[in-house]
């Protein structure tokens, strides 16, 4: 079968992968659509350090084909949104109803593939770049089959992890106001998550113009353009004189946290969403923090993706939450490196690879 591999010194589309059948309390779905997001692309740069040989991908969605003994809530032929989280379950954060949190759901990859012999690794516990693949059974998330499986596989990750990040994370109010910094795939759910949440004055900040039309079709009431404005800081306080009841900062660039925290109003969060390499380190003055401000990290939306998929395909359903929006481009998988570009250079928000 057909997936996209790293070797750790490049990706490659390959035509000859094997995958296991499922074992208990695991399923084993045929992946339609998978999103194209940064984390793939930082596998692939060393930005996020994984082990290798992996099949990539972690934003899917497809059919159930199979299931294992004990998995009683999807069947084949059911349409399921896949999540990362293989959570265990059973243990006190998980009872806590934070599977985010999960020890056994961070840093243990499986491997269920094989390919001439070798075991390849799963990513992210989902591997959504392949066309098939087995999830542990919490990892699958039946959806109405009238949920174009495309905008659903968004779901998986852009969108748990943005408008989770508001709703779940920072917990936005009615009447506050938002800043996000970086208005791409996680930037405009965190945009509509902000929407979602009645926030009243909501800031994207970009170095890119052309993201102005879709930050505000998600959300967005004013628009800052980081490459004209000579302080961007500035730029934002002209709009909140005061600062911001939140700031997002979804690039991972240090100099953006920093700036995150600058733009807080008293009591003000600064939740962190984009992902620098593993040993940056930030600077803030820790005087500006005695105002009751915070900084705040947050995995995944902080979500519970079998409460909140189920959730967010309801919305989207209602015409509330926009999912089709999202996707730029749509590729044949065999395209994945003409996809990888266009990611790596923001010519696309979100682009969907398919099978």
Do not use: W
Request: glycine fraction near 10%.
């Amino acid at each position: 079968m057909r997936g996209v591999i790293f070797d750790g010194k490049q990706p490659q589309v390959v035509d000859d992968l094997e995958i296991r059948d499922p074992g208990p309390g695991e399923v084993l779905v045929a992946v339609v659509a998978a999103g194209l997001c940064h984390s793939d692309l930082s596998v692939i740069d060393g930005t996020i350090p994984f082990p290798v040989p992996v099949v990539l991908g972690h934003e899917g969605a497809g059919v159930v084909e199979a299931v294992g003994a004990g998995v009683g809530h999807v069947a084949p032929g059911d349409h399921v949104a896949l999540s990362t989280l293989a959570n265990c379950g059973a243990c006190a954060e998980c009872d806590r109803g934070r599977p985010t949190m999960c020890r056994k759901a961070i840093g243990m990859p499986a491997q269920p593939f094989s390919r001439r012999g070798t075991k390849l690794y799963n990513f992210a516990s989902n591997s959504a770049f392949a066309e098939r693949t087995v999830v542990k059974a919490v990892q699958a998330v039946k959806i109405p089959d009238d949920v174009p499986l495309p905008s659903a596989a968004l779901i998986g990750c852009g969108v748990l992890t943005g408008v989770g990040a508001v709703l779940n994370r920072a917990e936005v109010g009615q009447g506050e106001s938002v800043v996000v910094i970086g208005a791409g795939g996680i930037g405009l759910n965190v945009l509509q998550g902000a929407r979602l949440a009645g926030a009243s004055t909501i800031v994207a900040v970009d170095a890119n113009p052309a993201k102005e039309a879709a930050a505000r079709s998600f959300g967005a009431t004013h628009f800052v353009d980081a490459s004209t404005s000579p302080d961007t800081s500035a730029a934002v306080k002209s709009i909140l004189p005061t600062g911001a009841d939140h700031a997002f900062e979804c690039v991972g660039n240090t100099k953006l946290i920093r700036q995150a925290v600058d733009l807080l109003d008293r009591h003000g969060q600064a939740v962190l969403l984009g992902v620098p390499p593993a040993d940056a380190q930030a600077s803030f003055l820790v005087s500006s923090m005695y105002l009751d401000k915070s900084i705040l990290g947050c995995r995944y939306g902080s979500s519970r993706p079998q409460r909140d998929i189920v959730l967010y395909a309801r919305l989207y359903r209602e015409g509330r939450l926009m999912l089709d929006e999202l996707i730029t481009e749509t590729y044949p998988v065999e395209d994945f490196a003409k996809a990888a570009d266009d990611a790596h250079h923001g010519r696309v928000a979100r682009c969907v690879l398919t099978f």
